[in-house]
Structures are given as C-alpha cells and as structure tokens.
C-alpha cells in the first residue's frame, strides 16, 4: 500500500513537471529552443505591427503605416499585403477651387472644367490641378509629394473600412473620420465635384468653392530617391 501511494504521489509529480514545462515553453522562455523562437518571431512581429512595419511587411486593412517618414492607416492592400494605399493620420477643412471665381473668370485662358473625372484614380485628378487655383492641392502639396486627394471611388473605400480605420487612427494620435462630408478629386461639373459623407456613405456634389473636410492618401511602399521621398512610380503633387 506504502509502494503505490508513492509511485501515486511520483508520477502526479512527473505530471506537474511536463504540463509546467509546456506551459514554460509555449510563454516563449521555455527549454525547447524552436518554440522559444518561434514565440520570439511572434513577439517581434507583433512589435513590427505596432510600429508600423507590419508582420513582415505585410499589412492588412486597418493596420498602422509607418516608413521612410511617412505614417498613415491602410485602406487597402495588393499583392499580398506589400503593397495598397494608406489614407493620413490628420485632414483639414479647405475649398477645392480658390474662392475668388471672379478673378479666374477675367482670364480667358482659364478653364473652369478641369476635366478630372477620374472616379478610381485620385493621383491622376490630383495631378492635373493647379497649386494656385487649387487650395486642396496646396494642403496636399504641403504633406509631401507622394500624397493626394482621393477618387470618389476611393473615398468609398475608406468608408467600408472606417470602423477599422479609426481605431487605428485613433490609438495613434490622429484625428478620426467623423460624420462629416469629405472633398473627393473627382469633378462632376464645371463648378461641383463630389464628396462622400463618413458616416452614411452618401455621395453628393458641392459647389468647389466650399470649405469640405479633407483628407490625403498615398500608394505604399514609398521610395527613397536623392531629392526626397516620392510615390512609385512618380510623383503626383508635382509642382506646375
């Protein structure tokens, strides 16, 4: 009786330290080497991901964006997840056309249609505006050359994932898309272009020479060249 209460009381021992020893290694400091690494990875991943460099540099919608000095929310993701596009951290309220019409009206050389319709490709609208007669391009310009004012498209696209976005937006000192019409690139007329509203997704045209929320957004990755940091494959908010 004495000989199996011990065997009894030794194998509940031997018990204890297997289950202690996976639990030990499974928390990432453990004896078995490969679990311990790959915890390590998890661990440096998760950190990435925090910071901005995603898991391996692979993002996902949602996650925050942080390269080459450039930070912002992904929105959407090709290849992968190595690449997509980010929409910014800030926005500002601005008019898409200069205020004073009547002043562009006395210069006949001056088209009042833009012809930046482009209902997918912002970096293309964005491009063809001038710095001058555009204050949304200026606030663009400012931000850096690899940003640009967004489709009506992809502002869309931005409101599908805005629960995502904000959170994110949020955890990193941003300011969140509210309940508020936002100014997309694209025109829909000679004196409206369109807009998209944060909190129902409707799409409405206002006069250009309103002030509208703005934001910018930009392809990632970002490249490095000798004069700064610019879009791949260029740069959309080139000076005119």
Not at 25 to 42: E, F, Q, V, Y
Not at 138 to 149: A, F, L, R, T
Not at 210 to 222: K, N, Q
Request: charged letters at 25%; aromatic letters at 12%; one cysteine or more.
């Amino acid at each position: 009786m004495k000989k199996q209460l011990t065997m009894t009381f030794l194998m509940t021992i031997v018990l204890i330290v297997v289950i202690g020893s996976s639990i030990f290694a499974t928390n990432c400091t453990g004896p078995l080497s490969k679990d311990r690494n790959d915890c390590n990875a998890i661990i440096e991943n998760q950190a990435d991901s925090l910071y901005g460099l995603g898991n391996n540099g692979i993002y996902r919608v949602g996650d925050y964006y942080n390269r080459d000095f450039v930070e912002g929310v992904v929105f959407e993701v090709t290849n992968g997840g190595r690449e997509g596009k980010i929409v910014s951290l800030h926005q500002t309220d601005v008019a898409w056309y200069n205020q004073d019409r009547e002043y562009w009206l006395q210069d006949e050389s001056i088209k009042w249609n833009e012809a930046v319709d482009n209902e997918w490709r912002g970096e293309l609208n964005t491009n063809m505006l001038s710095h001058k007669k555009h204050p949304i391009k200026k606030w663009c310009k400012d931000m850096g050359s690899n940003w640009y004012i967004p489709s009506k498209q992809e502002l869309l696209e931005i409101y599908r994932s805005k629960d995502l976005i904000n959170a994110t937006i949020s955890k990193n000192k941003g300011e969140i898309l509210g309940s508020y019409y936002y100014w997309s690139s694209t025109e829909c007329s000679d004196d409206y272009a369109w807009s998209v509203e944060m909190e129902t997704g409707e799409v409405k045209s206002y006069n250009k020479c309103a002030d509208l929320h703005t934001i910018a957004v930009s392809y990632f990755p970002i490249n490095n060249e000798e004069e700064g940091v610019s879009l791949k494959p260029m740069q959309w908010c080139k000076e005119d």
